[in-house]
Structure formats: C-alpha cells, structure tokens
C-alpha cells in the first residue's frame, strides 16, 4: 500500500522556522515528482514547491527564497525547509507524488494539482504571535 504521511507541522511565531518531512512507502520504485501543497481556510489547495528525482527544484512566487524543498531518494523522504514564515503561510501542508508530465521526450514536474495521484493527509502550519 502506498502512503505519504507527512510531519513536522505545528505553530510558530511570525519569523520563526519550521521544517517538514513526508515519508513515503510503497512505492517500487519513487516517484518522479514530488511536491508540497497547501490549503488554507476557504481557499483552494496551491502548489508550493517541486522537486523531481534528480534534484530540480521550483517554488511558487510567494514562497521562493524563503522555503527550500528536498529529497532523499534512498530513504524515500521528502523535506520542506521554511524560513521567515508569515501569518499568510499557515494552512494545512500536503505532500503529493507523481510521474509528471512528459513533453518532447523529456519529463517535466509542475505544481498542477492533476499531475499528483498520491497524497498525504497533511500537516497543520499555524504562524501566529
């Protein structure tokens, strides 16, 4: 059975720094792409950062230079490191696997919801004073 359980939320002051973990197994071989989302209250589930097996790595616009993600291939692990958090950035934080999408004989990861069909259950983030 494949899961993705993620770990690491909780609640931090504006500024402050978390890191989340997201442990896979299951799987035969890992996936591709593998990427954090997150939900906030009302709204709708956002990509926030890829990174496909060898190491390429994109953010969305209002994370980028303050989140780091990474991989561990051998232990099947993916981490999100953030930095100068802001009380824009509580939600809850998915971590998603999938193949991507292949174009022109190469694969692309991207921060689609559709191209990701596995799922953790989540992890509240809550940056409040």
């Known amino acids: 059975e494949v899961q993705l359980v993620e770990s690491g939320g909780g609640l931090v002051q504006p500024g402050g720094s978390l890191t989340l973990s997201c442990a896979a197994s299951g799987f035969t071989n890992s996936r591709y792409c593998m990427a954090w989302f997150r939900q906030a209250p009302g709204k709708e589930r956002e990509g926030v950062a890829v990174v496909n097996r060898d190491g390429w790595a994109n953010y969305a616009p209002s994370v980028k230079d303050r989140f780091s993600i990474a991989r561990d291939n051998a232990e099947n692990t993916l981490y999100l490191e953030m930095n100068t958090l802001r009380p824009e950035d509580t939600a809850i934080y998915y971590c998603?696997?999938?193949?991507?999408?292949?174009?022109?004989?190469?694969?692309?990861?991207?921060?689609?919801?559709?191209?990701?069909?596995?799922w953790g259950q989540g992890t509240q983030v809550t940056v409040s004073s």
């Open positions: 998603a696997a999938g193949e991507g999408r292949k174009m022109f004989n190469k694969r692309y990861c991207f921060l689609a919801f559709g191209d990701y069909n596995y």
